[in-house]
């Protein structure tokens, strides 16, 4: 009998439990928030369009850079023109990959290009608002 | 600034021109980047989400937090929203997955909930025993497990039909009905063990 009145108590309270009137402001508050939600999501989209599209660059110039060294052979050309370069060349050429200078070489090239990727990308965007505001 | 941020500030005069439509026209507007169509549904269902999430946290204040993380959240997932339910089904699920997030951190950290001044006087102003024992069961409705919790606060918002309540919940319908038994029953230990501590403390 008791429980059966506390189930009908509970089943009351949850039931007639009224539905409170929305706080004054809470629309403009969401508004607001939802408004820096976007331009936020607007800045990580271009972001992002702006980095792949300096990343693509850089592979670019470093594919272009690599099929010019192989059509032209400048280390050919450096050693017939500049003194003791063959000796040079020929010291890079035993095994670039076991020389330091071989893979020093790589090195810099890779960082150097990783590094100008990421200079363009954070550098394009200061331009376009100089830009703007010019 | 994008179109969207730029036209929020006056999307509340655009709202009212998306009366007519459904809110899965809205949906597909907000997506293009229609700003007035989310601030449409934003004014459509505020009401609902706000007393949800009051009825999760027991606080004026952190229910108005709640609903608004509960927007923000459904603006950031919108993209991904399919239309396989209809958006006030996805929205309530949005709405309870963060509030009880939010009461898992706060029971995860200890957090004691010390009721505001003015919720406490509203409740001695009203005084009657009968308004403190139905607001003492709502609030004992929060420390149930949360897909009970969840299941409860649902159905007597606005007294859902199981069918919409199973699309929310994710849930077959009889799995459904087994977890409302079994949330009522949880709910009454909850209740009485409360009621015998307050005649003790009395």
């Known amino acids: 009998m008791l429980d059966k009145d506390l189930d009908t ?56 850079a690599g099929i010019q060294l192989w059509r032209t052979a400048p280390l050919d050309w450096a050693g017939r023109r500049f003194p003791g370069a063959w000796g040079y060349v020929d010291y890079l050429r035993l095994d670039w990959t076991n020389t330091n200078a071989g893979v020093t070489l790589a090195l810099v090239a890779v960082m150097a290009s990783i590094a100008c990727a990421i200079l363009v990308a954070l550098a394009v965007p200061a331009i376009a608002a100089r830009g703007r505001k010019s | 600034m994008s179109a969207f941020a730029a036209a929020m500030p006056t999307a509340m005069g655009g709202a009212a ?40 946290m027991r606080n004026a204040t952190q229910a108005e937090d709640m609903a608004q993380e509960a927007f923000l959240k459904a603006f950031r997932l919108l993209e991904g929203f399919r239309g396989d339910s209809s ?43 009968d308004a403190d024992e139905a607001e003492l069961i709502r609030r004992c409705v929060t420390k149930l497990p949360e897909k009970y919790a969840q299941v409860l606060t649902l159905y007597y918002l606005q007294e859902i039909p199981y069918e919409d309540l199973a699309k929310i919940m994710g849930a077959p319908q009889g799995t459904l009905k087994t977890w409302m038994h079994r949330a009522r029953n949880c709910l009454r230990e909850i209740v009485e063990k409360e009621l015998g501590e307050g005649r003790r403390h009395a």
């Open chain 2, 87 to 129: 958006f006030s089904t996805w929205l309530y699920r949005v709405t309870c997955s963060v509030c009880l997030t939010e009461l898992d951190r706060r029971k995860r950290r200890g957090e004691v909930d010390l009721q505001p001044i003015h919720d406490r006087a509203e409740t001695i102003r009203s005084s009657h025993a």
């Open chain 1, 9 to 64: 108590r509970m089943e009351q309270a949850l039931r007639d439990e009224p539905l409170r009137p929305v706080p004054a402001g809470l629309f403009m508050r969401i508004q607001r928030h939802v408004r820096l939600l976007a331009m936020a999501q607007q800045e990580r989209q271009a972001f992002r369009a702006r980095a792949t599209l300096a990343v693509a660059c850089a592979l670019a110039l470093i594919l272009a």
């Open chain 2, 17 to 56: 021109m998306h009366e007519e439509a459904t809110d899965a026209q809205l949906v597909t507007r907000a997506k293009e980047g229609d700003a007035a169509a989310f601030s449409s549904l934003i004014l459509r269902h505020q009401r609902i989400v706000y007393n949800l999430a009051f009825r999760f």
